[in-house]
């Protein structure tokens, strides 16, 4: 099977998480059956669309690693291939100029309010030369030999719209941009477009796009609309569910290929399988192992499968993903070096996103400014501990050996237990009580800042005394 699919986002704002579930659906469903996957850039309506955008979505792409095979197209670039469809409709009497103004249309609906009839246009251009100057849009003229518009989609079954539901509906603006549901006709056709895969929000235009498709004598492509994301509150997943732009979820500090695995089982399910690597995704998505059902999304699910991806991922490369925040975390840049890929593996088991990480790993690249004042109370009564560390540690060669040592020759001497040593020897590493073990920081940092660290809090201790 030939399987050609597409996403057209509009760039009058920024990539939406429900858009990139949509474009994951595509590119999987083409993939799946070795097909083309083309990315389309809706950007005909000229006041809302923003080239800023347009970029942010195309980086967004990057960023998760969803290749295309064809586009970046953009439609504001497109114009002259529209324009010979509309004269050609105009020609063939299948759509008309529309001379009427707003105020016209805007007291036309509200008398129709009154009466209780659905606003629909009333036809009063429909009748060609009515007027030859001025401003006009361009309406298709729904044909009166059809009753009906049937299609079938691949999610919902058979669909069928009374022709009366619908009037002639606006294909080109004033400004001789075409709308929506003709630019994407005409680009699917032309792009040889097998299959739609989109949200079931688009259920409304499908009846009219399938019009337009007869009436410029192209083949119509099959359909698959997907149920939407909602929120935990089940309404249609907005702002106040949380953050609804891909971007954000980037800067937060989640991974692409863990953003993707979530978003894919919005709807998708393969036995009980929770995570899948995209290999595993092309190998087994197709459209009837999509639900018919809305999926709620859950902020928590979304960063358990981040801290999943985290702690399966190979040190050195997390600790080339980590570098850029802790890089902005410290207001200088942080090499991806040795140091920093063993301090990532201290921290990878607990992070559940790369901004979590980078704030557990600052301190062995700044030491602590200030110290935890509960854990100085409880576990920092003097510095007469600290002393004794410093003084046995001196000359020892730095080992996990010799620093056990050191250790348990502390614990004797002053008759305590391990973590009565370890949590002041904490507290001066990092200036907190919970962090990665102490003989794995101990070794990151070395001698000379450990030993360092622990004489600032002696130190600190004597001074409050």
Known sequence: MSVVTRFPPSPTGFLHIGGLRTALFNYLYARHHDGKFILRIEDTDSERSEKRFSELIIKAFEWVGLDFDEGPYFQSQRGEIYAKYIDKLIKE????????SRERLSKLKESQISKGIKPHYDGFCREQNRKTSGDYTVRFKLPDSVGKVEFYDMIHGKISVALSELDDFII???????MYNLA??????????????RGDDHLSNTPKQILLYKA???DIPRYAHVPMILGEDKKRFSKRHGATSVSVYKDEGYLPDALLNYLVRLGFSYKDQEIFSLDELIRYFDIDRLGKSASVFNPSKLLWINSVYIKNREPSKLAEEIAPFLSELLKREIDVDEKLTEAVKTVQQRAKTLKEAAGQLKFYFEAPSDYDEKGIKKYCKDSGLLKELLRLAEDIKWSE???????????????????????????ALTGKTVSPGIYEMMLILGKSESLKRIENLSRFLDERA
């Open 401 to 427: 050996s010799e620093l056990k040592r050191v250790i348990e020759e502390t614990m004797d001497k002053f008759q305590i237990k391990m973590i009565k040593v370890a949590q002041p020897i904490r507290i």
């Open 172 to 178: 080109v603006r004033s400004n001789r941009m075409p």
């Open 184 to 197: 994407c006709v005409i680009d699917d056709a032309l792009m040889g477009v097998t299959d739609i895969i």
């Open 216 to 218: 410029l004598g192209f």
């Open 93 to 100: 009497g299948k759509a008309y100029r529309c001379y009427c």
